[in-house]
């Protein structure tokens, strides 16, 4: 069944400086929405708008034509992977993927440098390696819809080219928001894509809109 997001008429102000003005986006199962801006363009608190988390001046997000607040209450419609790391350090991999109810022994053929850390605890890990453990529990886990932020920082190119591997698995049955500012991965992968700028959501499809949008 195909769900669909909606975000529109928000509106975000800092003092009197207004980060978000006028923004609309559409996500829905089976694809991936991409999210550029440069830095400081406002596209973590949009996130965290989507997600509940930060309350804005006005907003209206709609699932599937209703409207819903405080989405971080609900896991069975979203899952959101912030900047930083979510998953307290001191949980085992075990304890993890079992809270998440995801199997191990799928994760460790994907990733086999796994192999040996089923009963270790996150705080064992490389930064790189806890953040990949997050990323695949936002986008292998039972919800409708995952929002990734920045999933490709500090990944080696060869990771990367698995969490795209799985991003496009996890699109089969769910809709997917991910920015990052690997630009080129995020064109690559993106089925629409919108550029964060001057408060507003440009709907963009290819790198020359991006260009005359003064992105790249
Ligand atoms: N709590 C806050 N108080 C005041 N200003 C804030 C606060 N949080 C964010 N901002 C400002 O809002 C703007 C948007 O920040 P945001 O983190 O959403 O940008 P971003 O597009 O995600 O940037 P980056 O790509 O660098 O991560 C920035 O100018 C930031 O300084």
Redesign the pocket.
């Given at each position: 069944m195909i769900h669909k997001l909606e975000v529109d008429s928000v509106v975000l102000d800092?003092g009197p400086r207004r980060?978000l003005s006028d923004v609309y986006m559409k996500f829905e199962t089976g694809k991936v929405t991409g999210l550029l801006?440069k830095?400081?363009?406002?596209?973590?608190?949009?996130m965290k708008i989507i997600y509940g988390q930060l309350q804005p001046n006005s907003k209206s997000i709609r699932f599937d034509e209703s409207h819903v607040a405080e989405l971080y209450k609900r896991p069975d419609l979203l899952l959101y992977l912030p900047q930083f790391n979510f998953i307290p350090a001191g949980l085992s991999l075990k304890r993890i993927f079992s809270d998440f109810s995801l199997d191990f022994q799928v994760f460790e053929k994907f990733f086999p440098e796994f192999n040996s850390k089923y009963t270790t605890t996150l705080k064992t890990l490389s930064g790189g390696q806890r953040r990949i453990i997050e990323i695949y529990m936002v986008l292998m886990s039972n919800s409708k819809f995952a929002m990734l932020d920045e999933p490709f920082s500090h990944q080696s190119p060869l990771v990367i080219e698995k969490i795209t591997e799985l991003i496009n698995q996890a699109k089969n049955n769910k809709g997917i928001l991910v920015t990052d500012?690997m630009y080129q991965t995020i064109i690559e992968i993106s089925d629409h894509l919108y550029l964060l700028a001057n408060g507003k959501t440009h709907l963009t499809k290819c790198v020359e809109d991006l260009k005359f949008l003064g992105y790249v």
């Open positions: 800092f980060v801006g830095n400081g363009n406002g596209k973590t608190c949009l500012h």
